[in-house]
T-cell receptor, first 112, second 116 residues
Framework: KAGVTQTPRYLIKTRGQQVTLSCSPISGHRSVSWYQQTPGQGLQFLFEYFSETQRNKGNFPGRFSGRQFSNSRSEMNVSTLELGDSALYLC???????????FGPGTRLTVL | AQSVTQLDSQVPVFEEAPVELRCNYSSSVSVYLFWYVQYPNQGLQLLLKYLSGSTLVESINGFEAEFNKSQTSFHLRKPSVHISDTAEYFCAVTLFSGAGSYQLTFGKGTKLSVIP
């Protein structure tokens, strides 16, 4: 089985722009979660989707949004980028919520 | 707020020596417990998990962790480390986040450095 894939792997944007990150879960997994990883804050939960519905949301501003498609693929969008949004964004999938999560390699976003 | 605490941010240890990475969590409900490992410039890999049953769980590469409900701990141990174990280790707990929802919450991570 192929693992979780994330595209793109690296991204450079400037302040004020918006960005869309993509995640393809492991085949058969219907739950997708997103995390932001920074040296200062560590791993922080962004949101979780299951069967196209957002089940859970972390403590991030409304500039961070996401969605899940009928094939379980997920996208997250960050609008009006700020320097502090520079981070590694990790996607994880599981068969159901609360099951063990499998992580993708991440998208490294740099905001200049 | 419910949380996961990894007391040591960095742990240096000599090759072939034993190591323990500590993890404590705060929760009053049943939880699932995980250890993940992250190598440089990579995503997280599941090392081991506790869902139910035996409180001692083992990984294929010699790590083990023991769930202690009374102390709300899930410490990770290895009797003899190798250079290849150098990585960052994250303890994670599925914690109740309200309204019937559970959320995987991570500790801040412990960087294990194995010294030759």
């Amino acid at each position: 089985k192929a693992g979780v894939t994330q595209t793109p792997r690296y991204l450079i944007k400037t302040r004020g722009q918006q960005v869309t990150l993509s995640c393809s879960p492991i085949s058969g997994h219907r739950s997708v979660s997103w995390y932001q990883q920074t040296p200062g804050q560590g791993l922080q939960f962004l949101f979780e989707y299951f069967s196209e519905t957002q089940r859970n949301k972390g403590n991030f501003p409304g500039r961070f949004s996401g969605r899940q498609f009928s094939n379980s693929r997920s996208e997250m969008n960050v609008s009006t980028l700020e320097l502090g949004d520079s981070a590694l964004y990790l996607c994880a999938s599981s068969y159901r919520p609360r099951d063990e999560q499998f992580f993708g390699p991440g998208t490294r976003l740099t905001v200049l | 707020a419910q949380s996961v605490t990894q007391l040591d941010s960095q742990v240096p240890v000599f090759e072939e020596a034993p190591v323990e990475l500590r993890c404590n969590y705060s929760s009053s409900v049943s939880v699932y417990l995980f250890w993940y490992v992250q190598y440089p410039n990579q995503g997280l890999q599941l090392l081991l998990k506790y869902l139910s049953g035996s409180t001692l769980v083992e990984s294929i590469n010699g790590f083990e962790a023991e769930f202690n409900k009374s102390q709300t701990s899930f410490h990770l141990r290895k009797p003899s480390v190798h250079i290849s174990d150098t990585a960052e280790y994250f303890c994670a707990v599925t914690l109740f986040s309200g309204a019937g929802s559970y959320q995987l919450t991570f500790g801040k991570g412990t960087k294990l450095s194995v010294i030759p």
